[in-house]
């Protein structure tokens, strides 16, 4: 805006935004970015929002500012430890015992199940096999378990059973007190003569699994492992198929065959025992399982943003709606704050057509109200084209946007976000006429 002073002969020039809200805000996320209190300003944004989603977006973001980030997920996607331990210890009435192991596994972030299954394998290694008293001893603990979950499901029974008929447990149980003939007696036998893996094999072979895997505890770690993973193989829960992979630290194969419907169990899952060189990959698998079969591209992006994969989030973050976004010019303002605030997090220094593009344009849009510092503070959050193999369209137009920035705002205060002046984005050319030998 032109306006001229009462002797008409001074004149004055003012640059007046379109859109002051969209000024106010830019000045206030200039002023988190500058002094890079960007986790900060995630904890305003998530006081501020109302949406669930993008409120939940904001909070992961705010996570990923975090080394130990993975624990921290978990409770934001809705599973909350200290809930989950006060459930239990309502049931049992009791607080719940914790040993060295637990506890260790408890701290670690992300503590991954393969550590854990080595640490149970070398205890099974060094158990040596019983002698005779010992499995006398434990045929003695059997006999003493089996007669106490017969009366519990005798129990049960008498309780559910219709026409005074045992449940199936109580039978089962029942028939388990007796060994001295079937083959109970063969397990007992075997535990005598300290041949565990041929109890073991009875024990399975007849369904007494969990006699099994007490048994295989004690028989060494070839032995134990045969017998846990003869044993998840042969359950038909989910549940239990879920533990299986855990328990054999598959957990590509859980991600690719868990139910999408309870896909946060499964995150839950890859944060609490994916090691942390799988973790990424891990789960961004689920996001594009997410994405591709379930068509959930709210969760699939939650999912990219957790494994910190940059591009996969700008992409579906640009094709997604801004709630409350009053104009165009606030969701991209939206947009670009959540993306500078994304890089940072996951400290992204690659090339992303999206994330040049939009920062460029609201750069262009900052510097069109007058709000030249803040234009060149989110340029400097692109790499100059000079750093990529290709210069694409994107790159040149926010490598000439910074050069008339900077030649164009005060030089002290240029300065103090760029040192040094940025690379001239043009390739000079000679045309000066060559000067022709006289003959």
Request: hydrophobic share 35%.
């Amino acid at each position: 805006m032109v306006s001229f002073g009462p002797d008409s002969t001074r004149v004055r020039m003012d640059v007046v935004p379109e859109e002051p809200a969209l000024v106010k805000e830019a000045d206030r996320f200039e002023n988190y970015l500058a002094r890079g209190a960007l986790k900060d300003y995630c904890e305003v944004k998530i006081d501020e929002i109302s949406d669930e989603h993008e409120k939940l977006s904001w909070d992961i973001m705010a996570c990923l500012f975090d080394e130990d980030y993975r624990q921290e997920i978990v409770s934001k996607i809705g599973i909350d430890h200290t809930e989950i331990v006060k459930a239990a210890e309502q049931y049992l009435g009791r607080p719940v015992k914790r040993d060295r192991s637990d506890n260790a596994i408890a701290n670690q972030s992300g503590a991954t199940q393969g550590d854990v299954v080595d640490n149970q394998q070398q205890q099974n290694q060094q158990a040596t096999p019983m002698d005779s008293e010992q499995a006398e001893s434990l045929f003695d603990t059997l006999a003493r378990t089996n007669e106490e979950s017969e009366q519990q499901a005798a129990e049960q029974g008498g309780a559910s059973s219709a026409g005074g008929l045992l449940s199936p447990v109580a039978d089962m149980t029942r028939s388990e007190t007796d060994w001295t003939t079937g083959v109970e007696h063969i397990i007992k036998q075997s535990l005598l003569v300290g041949d565990l893996n041929a109890a073991v094999d009875c024990c399975m072979r007849s369904g007494k699994y969990a006699d099994a895997l007490l048994l295989a505890s004690g028989g060494g770690q070839d032995l134990w492992l045969r017998t846990r993973d003869e044993y998840m193989r042969r359950q038909q829960d989910p549940f239990f198929r879920m533990v299986s992979y855990i328990m054999t630290n598959d957990m590509e194969k859980l991600v690719a065959t868990s139910d999408l419907n309870t896909w946060q169990e499964t995150l839950a899952i890859l944060c609490t025992y994916a090691n942390e060189q799988e973790f990424p990959q891990l789960c961004e698998n689920l996001a594009q399982r997410l994405e591709k079969e379930r068509f959930d591209i709210r969760a699939a992006v939650l999912c990219y943003m957790i494994c910190g994969n940059f591009s996969q989030t700008v992409r579906i973050w640009a094709s997604m709606s801004t709630p409350g976004a009053s104009s165009q010019s606030t969701a991209l303002q939206d947009l670009v704050e959540k993306m500078a605030v994304m890089q940072a997090a996951v400290k992204y220094e690659g090339k992303d057509s999206i994330f040049v593009s939009k920062v460029s344009r609201y750069a262009q849009m900052l510097a069109n109200s007058g709000r030249v510092t803040a234009a060149m503070r989110y340029l400097t959050i692109i790499k100059p084209s000079s750093q990529y193999q290709q210069q694409g369209p994107q790159n040149a137009a926010s490598d000439i946007l910074k050069d008339r920035i900077y030649n164009s705002a005060p030089q002290g205060v240029m300065n103090q976000i760029v040192p040094t002046a940025p690379p001239f984005p043009f390739q000079p050319v000679n045309i000066q006429p060559s000067v022709q030998q006289q003959q």
